[in-house]
């Protein structure tokens, strides 16, 4: 970790990729990084669960758990974060899950002109905005897939 996020306020992709990779690595394999890594992504993105059974590949009891029977069973909550808000470049959206469908990204700016339309497979939770042929101004962000809108959000573009 000392290496990917040292002296940046800013990530690329390969940087996001990292973190995200190194948050989900097992706890116990990872350690300091991976701890360093999820609270990272926790004050990116918001609360996040990560399922160190999976993680780990094994059973593995968390010591925090109050009930080491009680299994947790709800899905975590598909989170968002749209970065830098403004930007004059560049912008990057971040899902705090792999989104294994095909998603459209659709932005449009405020005459309600669809300006980028992006077919992509979000499953690596980092997609990259190039905003460099686009006006300053105010745009809306939808990310939706065949069945739901999964994100509405705004970013503001000062160039």
Not at 107 to 132: A, C, P, R, Y
Request: a neutral charge; proline letters at 4%; charged letters at 20%.
């Amino acid at each position: 970790m000392n290496t990917v996020a040292k002296n940046i306020d800013t990530f690329t992709t390969d940087q996001w990729n990292t973190v995200v990779s190194i948050a989900n690595q097992c706890l116990d394999k990872g350690g300091e990084a991976t701890a360093l890594a999820r609270s990272l992504y926790q004050n990116m993105m918001g609360a996040t669960y990560f399922d160190d059974s999976a993680n780990c590949n094994q059973s593995y009891k968390k010591e925090y758990e109050p009930n080491p029977l009680q299994k947790r069973t709800e899905k975590p909550e598909l989170q968002f974060v749209l970065f830098p808000n403004p930007t004059n470049g560049k912008a990057y959206l971040a899902c705090n899950i792999a989104i294994n469908r095909k998603c459209e990204v659709i932005m449009v700016n405020m005459l309600g002109q669809q300006v980028i339309l992006s077919n992509v497979l979000m499953e690596k939770g980092l997609l990259e905005i190039d905003t460099k042929n686009l006006a300053s101004g105010l745009y809306n962000v939808k990310v939706v897939t065949q069945s739901e809108p999964l994100y509405f959000g705004k970013l503001s573009l000062i160039k």
